[in-house]
């Protein structure tokens, strides 16, 4: 019980500090994983981009739930994400942020 205790105090702090959770989904062709800092944040696909997978990010914070986000793109090898859902919930005084998108490779 003193375990179970532990893990939802630790998860909860982390929620608290502003940590993030996301996931990515491929679709397509396979590439070799991009850096975060270079995802390209848009809102329509440009021409000749490719959509090489969905990604998703969620965070009591809106600046760790976009560089999650950026985050799950590079792990797919993108160079941009389209941002498509942005959710803003509260409960309980808790606030979440939800993003979702398309992992964007860029026609260079």
């Known amino acids: 019980m003193a375990i179970v ?8 702090l982390g929620l608290v500090l502003g ?3 996301g996931s990515s989904i491929p679709v397509g062709e396979k590439y070799k994983p991009t850096k975060p800092q ?3 944040v848009v809102t329509e696909i440009p021409e000749g981009a490719k959509v090489i997978g969905l990604v998703a990010a969620t ?13 799950q793109a590079a792990l797919l ?8 859902t942005l959710k803003l919930m509260s409960h309980d ?3 979440e942020v939800q993003l979702s ?8």
């Open 38 to 40: 270079v995802i390209q």
């Open 101 to 108: 998108g398309k992992a964007l490779k860029l026609n260079r």
């Open 59 to 71: 965070s009591a914070n809106e600046k760790f739930a976009l560089t999650e986000l950026k985050r």
């Open 77 to 84: 090898g993108a160079d941009a994400v389209m941002l498509e």
């Open 5 to 12: 205790k532990l893990v939802v105090l630790v998860c909860l």
């Open 19 to 21: 940590c993030a959770l």
């Open 93 to 95: 005084n808790n606030r």
